[in-house]
Nanobody
Framework: QVQLVESGGGLVQPGGSLRLSCAAS????????MGWYRQASGKERELVAT???????NYADSVKGRFAISRDNTRNTVYLQMNSLKPEDTAVYFC??????????????WGKGTPVTVSS
């Protein structure tokens, strides 16, 4: 089995920073794209940022210039550095990864999410 576990969420004041982490574990052969999504209360889940294995990145317009996605392939971990946070960034943040397991079966996996609240 493969698991994704997020960490690093919490309460932060507007203008503050947080760093989210997501570690993949289990019977992993290789990991392709990884990403972060978020879902605010009463809204649909939306893309925040993605990163390829070669570290090419893509961002939602709403976070460009404020958030940075990175990964450590040796640790099967993806990070999201969030700066200049705004109240509208409040959401549950989910990690996502496109993984080949040891049986070379490709599947998209999701973490259970970590909440981020931006409030004074």
């Amino acid at each position: 089995q493969v698991q994704l576990v997020e960490s690093g969420g919490g309460l932060v004041q507007p203008g503050g920073s947080l760093r989210l982490s997501c570690a993949a574990s289990g019977r992993i052969f290789s990991i392709n794209d990884m990403g972060w999504y978020r879902q605010a209360s009463g809204k649909e889940r939306e893309l925040v940022a993605t990163i390829t294995r070669a570290s090419s990145t893509n961002y939602a317009d709403s976070v460009k210039g404020r958030f940075a996605i990175s990964r450590d392939n040796t640790r099967n971990t993806v990070y999201l550095q969030m700066n200049s946070l705004k109240p509208e960034d409040t959401a549950v943040y989910f990690c996502n990864a496109d993984i080949y397991d040891i049986f070379v079966v490709r599947q998209t996996y999701w973490g259970k999410g970590t909440p981020v609240t931006v409030s004074s």
